[in-house]
């Protein structure tokens, strides 16, 4: 699998409140499992929508990949918290991540041909810039466990990669 540990994180409203939350209070390893497993449902949903509204063949085959990288990383991170007997706490992380995927996946089916397209991809995006952010000033430096840190780190590649692919499709739009 060329990204196997691909996504982890979606939900821009939630997720870019991380920062503001580590000053006061840091997530903890069960929280960020939450986290983890929220937001890779809520892309699998968002790939899956693509996959089947749209026609552009560059962003099916971009859904595709997030469908495929997110339910493997999905696999990968139910298994580690398995193998570490956390279980995932629900958070105001991980619930804003569930309601904004919500809200995203409601606005997106409004639109069709070209404007879907262009509003899947500018969320794409901006998704995974702020995942970014995230994983790098709060997940990372919030998580105790040694596996679930590597785990974090491991993955940072892939949201770089999966960034400068939205990108390249999102400069086709303009």
Do not use: C
């Not at 409601?106 to 899947?120: N, S, T, V």
């Amino acid at each position: 699998m060329k990204h196997t540990a691909a996504i982890l994180l979606l939900g821009l409203g939630a997720l870019a409140s991380l920062p503001a939350q580590a000053q006061s209070a840091a997530p903890n390893d069960a929280q960020i499992a939450a986290i983890v497993v929220a937001a890779n449902t809520v892309d699998i949903n968002a790939g899956k929508l693509a996959e089947s509204k749209s026609k552009n063949k560059e962003v099916q085959a971009f859904a595709k990949q997030m469908v495929t990288d997110h339910s493997a990383v999905n696999k990968q991170a139910t298994d580690l918290v398995k193998k570490l007997k956390v279980k995932p706490e629900e958070n105001p992380t991980s619930k804003g991540l569930k309601e904004d995927g919500d809200a995203t996946l409601q606005k997106l089916k409004k639109l069709d041909g070209a404007a879907f397209d262009k509003a899947y991809i500018d969320n794409e995006v901006t998704y995974h810039q702020t995942v970014l952010d995230a994983v790098d000033k709060t997940l990372i430096p919030s998580a105790k466990n040694d596996e679930l840190k590597a785990t974090l780190v491991k993955v940072r590649p892939a949201f770089v990669a999966h960034l400068e692919h939205a990108r390249h499709i999102q400069a086709t739009f303009k």
